[in-house]
């Protein structure tokens, strides 16, 4: 069965330090993972998705890697802003190749201080 | 392109209700999932549905019950409502056919007295 984790549950880093999050999930054949961000009291954004022919994808300040030998993935954020804090989830599918279905980590609350 | 769509945003119940949470999908996309999201914890699935049927359940209880409209858009209805049942509801729509990315709702706040 698979199980995502995600540590720490809780961060709080100075405006614009680099940081990272991480991810791991027990089965590692995923068809991709993705992760979002979530405000407090909001629903989900999509951030980055990965497939899972790919070890990493960017976006902006946003940098995703995936390792599934390992079980892991990692959210990269280079030079913080106050307005990254927020809620950073990842997720997999349930079923290897059935969108929608996905398990959700925890997920890390983010605090970036000014 | 209109984004994924919930309704309504908050609402208060007493235990033993009922209640029916909306969702109009993101244009173009013919699948919805809903998800409920407890205080401080991830989504759970709740189910999906593709094609106006369902296509996949979590590990909830037969009182938690779905609809999908030839539109793609979909209700989520629970029965016989308790406590527990307050979470934040995730309406999230897809491509049937992809198995890329997944677009949320802004939620539906349920809370149960």
């Known amino acids: ?114 | 392109e209109t984004g994924v769509t919930q309704s309504p945003t908050h609402l208060i119940k007493t235990r033993g209700q009922q209640v029916t949470l909306r969702c109009s999908s993101q244009s173009g996309h013919n699948t919805v999932s809903w998800y409920q999201q407890a205080l401080g914890q991830g989504p759970q699935f709740i189910f999906q549905y593709y094609r106006e049927e369902e296509n996949g359940r979590g590990n909830f209880p037969p009182r938690f019950s779905g609809l999908q409209f030839p539109n793609y858009s979909s209700e989520l209805n629970v029965n016989a409502l308790e406590l527990d049942d307050s979470a934040l509801y995730l309406c999230a729509s897809s491509f049937r056919q992809n198995t890329g990315e997944l677009f949320f709702g802004e939620g539906s706040r349920l809370t149960v007295l």
């Open chain 1, 1 to 114: 069965k698979q199980e995502v984790t995600q540590i720490p549950a809780a961060l709080s880093v100075p405006e614009g330090e680099n940081l990272v999050l991480n991810c791991s999930f027990t089965d590692s054949a995923i068809y991709n993972l993705q992760w979002f961000r979530q405000d407090p009291g909001k629903g989900l954004t999509s951030l980055l998705l990965i497939q899972s022919s790919q070890r990493e994808q960017t976006s902006g300040r946003l940098n995703a890697s995936l390792d599934k030998s390992s079980g892991r993935s990692t959210l990269y954020i280079a030079a913080s802003q106050p307005g990254d804090s927020a809620t950073y989830l990842c997720a997999v599918p349930q079923i290897y190749n059935q969108g929608g279905k996905l398990i959700f980590g925890q997920g890390t609350e983010l605090s970036v201080k000014p």
